[in-house]
């Protein structure tokens, strides 16, 4: 069954950086778009950012463009996310989902999702 | 950016209710959008897409309909595991970003 376990999460001063993972499994990674999805405390889905199946093509949200770079490792059938210059307002869980297709096809969806991983900036 | 709405952002209601949430969207989607349910604790997980498609093993009382702006969820008779948030999305923008509307609450009355 399709398996995605997001790792990295913890506290860091805001201005610093972090790296989340994604351990995917139980499908043919390299086949398949991938996005991360964040949520606040208390607040409700904010799309991040997509990969395409080969990495070559990448999207982001305004909120994070220019700080976050999302990037994968078909080899290792993981997903990352590089977060630069953290604020505040970049607290959340942030999941790791599945595309229904390899590459940014309109009328897509996000059928499996991971558990998410916390993290929190504050000093 | 496409901005999805949904309305109520709250509302309660006992099992065997028959229950509606709307999304509208900014401009014109066509029928590219998409409902999940997220439990609190837990990952969302997706009821509805195309507008109208029930997702795999999804309860037949779910259903989606709407095309263009405005876009409705419906529960035909809520069960006790129903009570949840739930969320539209819209995956028309291309490039990117697939925005998520606020939400609503689903409690029990």
């Known amino acids: 069954q399709v398996q995605l376990v997001e790792s990295g999460g913890g506290v860091v001063q805001p201005g610093r950086s972090l790296r989340l993972s994604c351990a995917a499994s139980?499908?043919?990674?390299?086949?398949?778009?991938l996005h991360w999805v964040r949520q606040a405390p208390g607040q409700g889905l904010e799309w991040v950012a997509i990969?395409?199946?080969?990495?070559?093509?990448?999207y982001y949200a305004d909120s994070v463009k220019g700080r976050f770079t999302i990037s994968r490792d078909n080899s290792k059938n993981t997903l990352h996310l590089q977060m630069n210059n953290l604020r505040a307002e970049d607290t959340a869980v942030y999941y790791c989902?599945?595309?229904?297709?390899?590459?940014?096809?309109?009328?897509?969806?996000?059928?499996?999702w991971g558990q998410g991983t916390l993290v929190t900036v504050s000093s | 950016d496409i901005q999805m709405t949904q309305s109520p952002s709250s509302l309660s209601g006992s099992v065997g209710d028959r229950v509606t949430i709307s999304c509208r969207a900014s401009?014109?989607?066509?029928?590219?959008l998409n409902w999940y349910q997220q439990k609190p604790g837990k990952a969302p997980k997706l009821l509805i897409y195309?507008?109208?498609s029930l997702q795999s093993g999804v309860p037949s009382r779910f259903s989606g309909s709407g095309s263009g702006t405005d876009f409705t969820l419906t529960i035909s008779s809520l069960q006790p595991e129903d009570f949840a948030t739930y969320y539209c999305?819209?995956?028309?923008?291309?490039?990117?970003?697939?925005?998520f509307g606020q939400g609503t609450k689903l409690e029990i009355k």
């Open positions: 139980g499908f043919t990674f390299s086949s398949y778009a």
């Open positions: 195309a507008a109208s």
């Open positions: 999305q819209q995956s028309y923008s291309t490039p990117p970003p697939y925005t």
């Open positions: 989902a599945r595309d229904h297709f390899g590459g940014l096809v309109r009328g897509t969806m996000l059928n499996y």
């Open positions: 401009q014109s989607i066509s029928s590219y």
């Open positions: 990969i395409s199946y080969g990495g070559s093509n990448t």
